[in-house]
Nanobody, 121 residues
Framework: VQLQASGGGLVQAGGSLRLSCAASGRTFGNNVMGWFRQAPGKERDFVAI????????SYADSVKGRFTISRDNAKNMVYLQMNSLKPEDTALYYC???????????????WGQGTLVTVSS
């Protein structure tokens, strides 16, 4: 599976962005998909995860109620809708694919290149 993340940019606090992740590969529909983020000088943190059929999602406490993960298996796409953005959401955002429902970055097999989100105060 190859992943390409896009949709990042500069936005003011309180604004919204939608990140997209385009996947290639026959097994995309079987993969759990996750979004992670990494701020400068910090570790890569879990943001959101969605099961292979979209029925199950989970979010980091810091984004719960503001971010929504979704997927369209017919289009091989995963999305992260981000609302009410805060300066602390500033980071490089990555999409990733795994074969199990896990929040641990090291258990993901495939990673996109990252897309930068900058939230100004």
């Amino acid at each position: 599976v190859q992943l390409q993340a896009s949709g990042g940019g500069l936005v003011q606090a309180g604004g919204s962005l939608r990140l997209s992740c385009a996947a290639s590969g026959r097994t995309f529909g079987n993969n759990v998909m996750g979004w992670f983020r990494q701020a400068p000088g910090k570790e890569r943190d879990f943001v959101a995860i969605i099961s292979w059929n979209g029925d199950t999602t989970s979010y980091a406490d810091s984004v719960k109620g503001r971010f929504t993960i979704s997927r369209d298996n017919a289009k091989n796409m995963v999305y992260l809708q981000m609302n009410s953005l805060k300066p602390e959401d500033t980071a490089l955002y990555y999409c990733a694919a795994a074969n199990l429902f896990t929040l641990v970055p090291g258990q993901y097999d495939y990673w996109g290149q990252g897309t930068l989100v900058t939230v100004s105060s």
